[in-house]
């Protein structure tokens, strides 16, 4: 069983290491924060909830990360109970936290382009791609999701070969989710003082 277990241990720090594609994510929301401390605007209430939007969105980023890399780090090992369960808030909280601030940001990004194009602002064709992109990505993640959930359904606590199914299918399901989410929050960079404008101060 050692074997077996090694292999599994192995085909896990695939997943494990996908992790590290939120790291982009984290350096686009802190260039995001930096921006918008750099622009020549008086200092106003908007500003600074939307300020705290890019900060909620930094954090909550860096979270995500610590805790999908102690979950599937601690996995498959017989280490201590206290630390699996801490390990669990991953599934548990913040992965479902951060779907849902995905859709909240995706609509709020169409809505966005909608406000633009009715207050006859421009709208940048290249970062209506990246969104494009990103999109694809996340709609693809949404679906191969429930596949995977239908399909590999208690795999992970099965015989070795089912465990590795599992690891592969959720290891791929970490890199295009994490692709999506990388390419959501470049998108948002890159139009940050239109959407601020947009939405606060209601001018192009």
């Keep these: 069983m050692g074997v077996y277990r090694d292999i599994v241990t192995y085909v896990n720090r695939n997943v494990f290491l996908s992790n590290f594609l939120l790291l982009p994510t984290m350096y686009y929301c802190l260039l995001g924060i930096i921006q918008i401390k750099k622009w020549d605007i008086e200092p106003s209430q908007s500003l600074t909830i939307y300020l705290w939007i890019w900060y909620f969105m930094f954090f909550l980023i ?5 805790f999908s890399m102690l ?3 601690t996995m498959f090992e017989r280490g201590s109970p206290i630390l699996q369960m801490i ?3 991953d ?3 913040t992965a479902p936290l951060m779907s849902f601030v995905l859709v909240v940001l995706w609509v709020t990004y169409i809505v966005f382009v909608h ?3 009715k207050m006859n602002c421009h709208v940048n064709d290249i970062n ?7 999109s694809l990505y ?5 679906f191969y999701y429930l596949i995977k959930k239908y399909r ?14 599992y690891l592969v299918g959720h290891t791929f399901f970490h890199y295009i989710g994490h692709t999506g989410i990388m390419l959501l929050a470049l998108v948002y960079l890159l139009d940050n003082r239109n959407i601020y404008e947009t939405f606060f101060l209601k001018k192009c």
């Design 62 to 66: 860096i979270i995500v990360f610590c």
């Design 71 to 73: 979950y599937h780090g």
């Design 87 to 89: 390990a669990k808030i």
């Design 91 to 93: 599934y548990l909280v």
């Design 115 to 117: 406000k633009r194009l």
């Design 128 to 134: 209506l791609e990246v969104f494009g992109a990103a």
């Design 138 to 142: 996340l709609v693809f993640t949404f």
């Design 152 to 165: 590999h359904k208690g795999y992970r606590h099965r015989d070795v070969l089912k465990k590795v199914i």
